[in-house]
């Protein structure tokens, strides 16, 4: 039997004489240039080496120094402040004639007064760009070690090939859309290398989002989405290559035609071209000898949230190779790896044991190149074809626009939406007079969307209702699975109304360059015994209270709907008095937010709160947790006092926090064992478990007067931790029951606290979550906040089997345990940031369960 050192060389030679085929013979690179191997020290893919960001950039630079085909930029930084960079990447002709082709580009993407003819010679005398990025998910470390020796390739290559390539195209290159977590996960794989502790990094390698982070490309949270928009808005290339890695069992690459359902405000164009390059890129793999190769698996085309780019003309080829052991280390089987029937989307199994970070450069690589070969060779119809995509926008006669009426309840909701409008480059205008459409009165500054404009197929998938498609694995059967959500409704998410109006209508409108804070009075301070007020309807007004909470300014909240000078006033309205602080903190957050303030002039007598001062929460958060990572990101944002709970707080975490947060995902187990101090170094010991008495620990601080809200799988959680008696009224099967990433409908007791300043009936995240039964109602004090209709169709949006089995099912429920509360939510009430207007609900639970309760003469006392 042979060695395994022995078989990996084997099948190493085997790769590299199958690969061969497809590259063209390379000629004698420029001395000048290194290439990887001697740059590196290594040859890229080796078994268990991995250059690192530090190397990486300034091999980049190097290339782009030496070579009159690359320029090197630094688009902006990261979170982290790392460089995020783009190589453009072209002949030298092109490049010195880089401003005309990219004017070119901007002009097909917007038609409008381009004639046929105009748009004919243009396409003719244009070049295709071609956008790849790697390394989104920082532990899918192949693709980015891949862009070292694609650079060096193209810039030093000199054949007919590689040249054909580069006098036809122009390529955007970005190594590492997610820097920081390249810097991360290799760093950490290399510092570990020779130890016995575990060698994948085990926290989010995104700040905040982790494996989320390419999930972000509607609602635009992060600097780095926001980096990519810029490249698509600037460059408007007409394909986009996103290059992963999927699990270990998956196909050794999945390329295009995508699953069906396709979001039909992708241009069915668009649609064609993905499924002409993906193919292109299936031949190329077959061509070259690699096996195991498949498409129309796993991926559907459906979410705006990971393919931005299809709604501004981009194909866009998601490229998927299966990965290996910890990263860099050969995956061995005891037969062939994957699947091993052939299929007519998976033409040739797999026929090794083993598969290499080698390969997975290799593959990867190969897809770029028969990708790219594509485009320079049919670049004529390809710009052809983007600027028809853009003509049949423009020309859209199926509905005339989208109105965001003036005066909404949630100024904020309105203003992210803009921001999002706008950052996609859909054009916004403003009313500057009254006008009337679809038979309904608008005041003047409402906002219009007009839809005959080059990306009204982005605005009109954000603000309609999604319907996805029924469709099962087989007649009778499972669904089929989609890959990520099937709803991305604005309205409902954020809590603002949109209207479609199908018919022509006449407004006086002005473009909205920048979306300011709504126009505010703030009033003057009120006499003694008044106050000022904030109303509780936007989620936004959290700005405020944490900036009150920071400056130290006393915060309360009434318990019970109130009228001063014929305004009525809802339960929750925050109440502060006055003070010189207070009148300069609202004036600056009213005007920063558009969130408006009013005065009373007497508090009523009536039940209240008053908010802890700088209440401290604390946010449970295992090693890479994702629904905390968002927490985190809008807690920084809203500039919350907050902290990660640590294994050392469990001994005083009364001492440290008055409200905690379980979000999704949080496990007993989680909490228990955590991470491993024999797998992990010293600097993790944050994460490590914290055993039984850790548990009992946070059972006993509620007890004894904390706040615990946990939500989406957590509430589970929070049941075997309190033995809460819930029970799930949902089937196992989800060929009867099934929710994936959807929205439904909701009853809300708004005049509890956990609700206040929401809705009664307020649309809810659900993806793939629990509904329950209170089975025991005496055995702790409890209130029903949410709850779902007893109506059998539950479905708002998006997707659902079974509706009626939801139907009276319990969601939300404020309890008390002991000295504390406890606020359950068995839906995921925070998903990524996106159900914003519902997330306000976790806001209120936090820090209404540690404020202090105030009979009706303390209360009217306060501004005394």
Do not use: C
Request: proline letters at 8%; hydrophobic letters at 35%.
């Amino acid at each position: 039997m042979r060695s395994p050192v022995r078989r990996l060389a084997v099948v190493a030679a085997a790769v590299i004489a199958l690969v061969a085929p497809v590259l063209p013979p390379t000629a004698a690179a420029a001395p000048s240039i290194p290439n990887p191997e001697q740059y590196f020290g290594f040859r890229i893919g080796s078994d268990g080496r991995l250059a690192m960001l530090d190397q990486m950039v300034p091999y980049f630079q190097l290339i782009a120094d030496r070579s009159n085909r690359v320029n090197y930029e630094e688009v902006g930084r990261t979170t982290q402040n790392n460089p995020y960079l783009m190589l453009t990447i072209s002949s030298k002709k092109n490049l010195d004639n880089l401003d005309r082709l990219v004017q070119i580009n901007n002009r097909l993407a917007d038609p409008r007064g381009l004639s046929p003819t105009e748009a004919e010679s243009l396409a003719r005398e244009g070049k295709p760009f071609y956008y790849v990025q790697a390394g989104i998910h920082a532990n899918e470390v192949g693709n980015s070690q891949a862009m070292l020796e694609i650079a060096h390739r193209l810039a030093t290559e000199d054949s007919p090939y590689i040249n054909n390539i580069l006098d036809n195209a122009v390529i955007l290159m970005v190594p590492s859309q997610n820097p920081d977590g390249l810097k991360l996960v290799n760093d950490y794989f290399n510092a570990t290398a020779g130890t016995n502790y575990a060698r994948v990094y085990p926290d989010l390698y995104q700040k905040y989002t982790g494996h989320d982070d390419n999930r972000d490309w509607f609602m635009f949270t992060q600097v780095e989405s926001d980096l990519m928009v810029s490249i698509q808005n600037k460059y408007h290339p007409q394909a986009f290559q996103d290059a992963h890695q999927a699990g270990t069992g998956a196909p050794r690459m999945f390329t295009p035609p995508y699953l069906s359902p396709y979001d039909p405000n992708i241009d069915p164009i668009t649609v064609q071209q993905t499924n002409d390059m993906g193919m292109a890129m299936q031949r190329g793999m077959t061509s070259a000898g690699m096996k195991g190769v498949g498409w129309a698996q796993s991926y559907d085309y459906w979410t705006p949230s990971r393919q931005y780019q299809v709604y501004h003309g981009a194909a866009r080829l998601l490229t998927e190779a299966a990965s290996v052991s910890d990263l860099a280390y050969p995956q061995v089987g005891d037969g062939p790896l994957g699947q091993q029937e052939s299929d007519i989307n998976f033409i040739e199994p797999y026929d090794s044991n083993t598969w290499t970070l080698r390969q997975i450069v290799d593959y990867t690589s190969q897809t770029f190149y028969s990708g790219v070969d594509e485009l320079a060779n049919d670049g004529y119809n390809w710009l052809k074809d983007f600027y028809k995509v853009g003509l049949r926008n423009v020309e859209r006669t199926d509905a005339y626009a989208y109105v965001i009426p003036a005066g909404q309840r949630d100024p904020q909701a309105v203003r992210d939406t803009l921001e999002i409008m706008l950052t996609g480059d859909v054009e916004v205008q403003q009313a500057q007079a009254p006008f009337t459409a679809g038979g309904k009165e608008y005041p003047k500054g409402s906002y219009v969307i007009y839809l005959a404009q080059p990306y009204s197929g982005f605005a009109k998938t954000l603000l309609e209702v999604q319907h996805y498609p029924q469709l099962l694995q087989y007649p009778g059967g499972p669904p089929q699975r989609p890959y990520d959500v099937t709803a991305q409704t604005l309205p409902m998410l954020l809590g603002f109304q949109a209207d479609l109006v199908k018919d022509r209508f006449n407004a006086s409108t002005s473009p909205v360059i920048k979306p300011d804070p709504a126009p505010v009075t703030v009033p003057a301070p009120p006499g003694k015994g008044g106050a000022y007020v904030l109303g509780p309807e936007s989620y936004g007004v959290y700005q405020i209270v944490s900036k009150l909470q920071g400056d130290g300014i006393p915060t309360f909240r009434a318990a019970a709907e109130f009228t001063d000078a014929g305004r009525t006033y809802p339960a929750g309205t925050f109440i502060v008095p006055p003070t010189d602080a207070a009148t300069k903190a609202l004036t600056e957050q009213s005007k920063a937010t558009g969130i408006p303030v009013y005065s009373i002039s007497d508090v009523p007598q009536i039940e209240g709160v008053q908010l802890k001062p700088g209440t401290r929460i604390g946010l449970l958060k295992p090693p890479n947790n994702i629904p905390s990572g968002w927490l985190m990101w809008m807690f920084d944002q809203y500039k919350v006092n907050y902290q990660i709970v640590q294994a050392g707080d469990y001994g005083n975490l009364a001492g440290k926090f008055d409200a905690i947060v379980m979000p999704d995902g949080v496990s007993k187990n989680s909490i228990v064992n955590g991470l491993s101090a024999d797998r992990y170094p010293p600097e993790w010991s944050w994460a490590f478990g914290v055993g039984e008495e850790g548990w009992n620990q946070l059972r006993d601080f509620v007890n004894g007067g904390g706040t615990l809200v946990s939500f989406g799988a957590a509430t589970g959680t929070a049941q075997e931790l309190f033995g809460l008696p819930l029970e799930s009224v949902l089937p196992e099967s989800s060929s009867v029951f099934y929710s994936p990433g959807s929205l439904l409908s909701q009853d809300i007791d708004t005049n509890d606290p956990a609700a206040w300043g929401m809705t009664d009936h307020n649309p809810v995240w659900f993806d793939g979550d629990d509904a329950y039964r209170i089975t025991d109602p005496n055995k702790f004090p409890n209130h029903v906040v949410g709850q779902y209709p007893n109506r059998n169709e539950q479905l708002e949006s998006g997707w659902l089997i079974g509706g009626e089995y939801l139907n009276g099912a319990v969601n939300t429920v404020s309890w008390q345990i002991g000295k504390g509360s406890v606020v359950t939510f068995g839906n995921q009430a925070s998903f990524r940031t996106w159900n914003r207007g519902e997330q306000k609900m976790i806001f209120n639970a936090l820090f209404n369960g540690p404020s202090l309760k105030l009979s009706p003469d303390q209360f009217a006392a306060i501004a005394d």
